[in-house]
């Protein structure tokens, strides 16, 4: 554990978590990849969004795997899946091949994703400032990562779609840092247990994971399909990896000015993501033939994810205690990654359910599915408020 302060450590550590929010990065190359393999609309966003579906399986799995071969060695089994599933697509010419490589990549994501975080509560378990710092750094990682790797998947697909995937090869980079700077992780935590951790977990943990799925299919919805919107109306050559590279940029921003955005209105973050989330997505639906209105909606649609989730980490300490906290965490992922992966599902029910063969269709119907929330939210708060107007009373 002595290494665990160097710079060189905590790059190390660090560079894992620019990895995991990748899968999206390729997005751009997906309307070249579906008119080159003839696919439906539905089975170019899978590529997209089926890593999340190993994601699933894996981050239940990654704790287990952890516990028999070590931390540090299934992170390193995490960064191959992801190095070679990743790649794969450029040499295959057939689908469900690539929706397997993708699968295995997101395998990967799921072995280190819970351990991205882990690993720097184990290491730095003393040191309440560098690890608060450093998870800091991490979720800003995450957004950096995805930003750069839209960016360089959408200089690739200029010279060809299949290129886009070379981009996961950093994960053998990452890999070799990862090995030679990070020393083995070892959680000497002592298993103590008093009352409260011996409480079960509250019900809105679930109720959250819920929510937490439908915005992840929200927000992935909009990802996976502003490439289709914007060649239906630039063309079909048109190359979209540098709009979509602005949405984490987008997120970054907001993240830095959160701190003084929750001071000002408390919990009512949440409602004003659910606002602009809403905005964003009529916006998106009504844009068809509108372009501005399109990126109007799709910039939008950057900041809701910056404001909401806070709201959601924030709440779980009072839903399940500490000893549970890294399995309501977990439940959370996972309900996060289920909603990536159905994602193409929920938008081609909705376009059937509207009744309308148009790509913008269902982004109409989930403005009002948000309105909805927001209306519950809404509701529970002012009941909330009213039971302390009449305690003091």
């Known amino acids: ?87 794969a697509p450029i040499f295959l010419v057939n689908y469900p091949l690539i929706i397997m490589s993708r699968f295995i990549l997101g395998a990967g994501f799921g072995l280190f994703n819970s351990l991205a975080v882990s690993i720097i509560n184990i290491l730095y378990r003393d040191e ?24 360089a998947a959408g200089i690739l697909l200029s010279i060809s779609w299949k290129l886009s995937f070379g981009i996961y090869a950093i994960a053998f980079f990452v890999l070799i840092v990862f090995t030679l700077f990070v020393p083995e992780i ?36 909009i990802g996976v399909r502003f490439p289709a919107m914007v060649t239906s109306m630039r063309g079909g050559n048109y190359n979209a990896s540098n709009l979509l590279a602005v949405m984490p940029i987008i997120g970054i921003i907001t993240g830095f000015f959160f701190g003084r955005i929750y001071q000002a209105l408390g919990e009512k973050c949440l409602h004003l993501g659910l606002i602009l989330l809403a905005v964003a997505t009529l916006l998106i639906g009504i844009s068809a033939g509108n372009f501005p209105l399109l990126l109007i909606g799709y910039f939008i649609s950057g900041i ?81 408020l009213q039971r302390k107007v009449d305690k003091t009373e």
């Not at 952890?66 to 060695?73: D, L, N, P, T």
């Open 186 to 221: 070892t959680d000497k935590t002592p298993n103590k247990m008093n009352h409260k951790d011996k409480e079960k977990i509250n019900m809105t943990v679930f109720l959250l994971a819920l929510f937490a799925l439908f915005l992840v299919m929200t927000f992935v919805a």
């Open 1 to 87: 554990m002595e290494k665990r302060n160097s710079g060189l450590t905590q790059v190390a550590i660090l560079a894992i978590s620019i990895l995991l929010t990748s899968a999206t990065a390729i997005n751009g190359a997906l309307p070249q990849m579906r008119a080159s393999l003839s696919m439906t609309t539905t089975q170019g966003e899978l590529v997209a969004t089926v890593p999340s579906l190993g994601v699933v399986i894996f981050v239940v799995l990654s704790s287990l795997i952890a516990k028999k071969i070590g931390i540090k060695r299934t992170v390193q089994i995490g960064l191959l899946l992801v190095g070679f599933g990743g790649i």
């Open 304 to 384: 809701p994810g910056s404001l909401i989730f806070p709201f959601i980490y924030n709440s779980l300490n009072k839903y399940a205690p500490a000893s549970k906290m890294n399995v309501v965490t977990s439940i959370i992922l996972i309900g996060c990654n289920l909603g990536s992966f159905l994602a193409p599902f929920g938008l081609n029910l909705l376009q059937k359910i509207g009744g309308s063969e148009s790509i913008f269709t269902p982004f109409i119907a989930l403005s009002t599915i948000i309105l909805g929330i927001l209306m519950i939210f809404v509701i529970r708060d002012m009941n909330i």
């Open 128 to 151: 309440e400032n560098r690890r608060a710092n450093m998870l800091g750094f991490r979720g800003a990682a995450e957004n950096i990562g995805s930003a750069v790797m839209t960016i």
